[in-house]
């Protein structure tokens, strides 16, 4: 075995998370410091009768040049996060845009169900 070989290098982060109730949507503030807008995920699924929301995304910081990596870990991040979606959410509309390590996923409620 090689000096310094890591067993299992798959470490997700459950980044910190506000929920914020507005008017006719949800809005979810995901930290993600690092994450690219191209890095994120975002997928909703049917599980058990319910909508489940899945946020994800990858860091890929940039090592100082004078190092030399065997392992690499320390500069790459995952994160991710699920919710479960309330029945008046409106999944086929939700967005999302990220700005300055900040992820921000806009849930409509379907018109009328306030």
């Known amino acids: 075995m090689s000096f310094l070989c890591a067993i299992d290098d798959t470490v997700v982060t459950a980044p910190p998370t506000d929920v914020v109730r507005l008017q006719g949507a949800y809005l ?16 909703v699924e049917a599980v058990e009768g319910s909508d ?17 990596v065997r392992d690499r870990g320390a500069f790459t991040k ?6 479960i979606l309330p029945g008046h959410a409106d999944a086929a509309r939700i967005s999302h845009r990220i700005e300055n390590g900040l992820l921000r996923v806009t849930v409509p409620l379907v018109p009328g169900s306030e």
Do not use: N, T
């Not at 979810?28 to 997928?43: F, N």
């Not at 929301?53 to 040049?65: K, M, N, R, T």
């Not at 995952?78 to 919710?83: D, I, S, T, V």
């Open 78 to 83: 995952l994160f991710a996060r699920k919710f």
């Open 52 to 68: 489940l929301l899945s946020i994800a995304g990858v860091s890929h910081d940039q090592e100082p040049a004078q190092f030399s």
């Open 28 to 43: 979810i503030l995901v930290e993600m410091p690092g994450v690219a807008s191209s890095d994120v995920s975002i997928k």
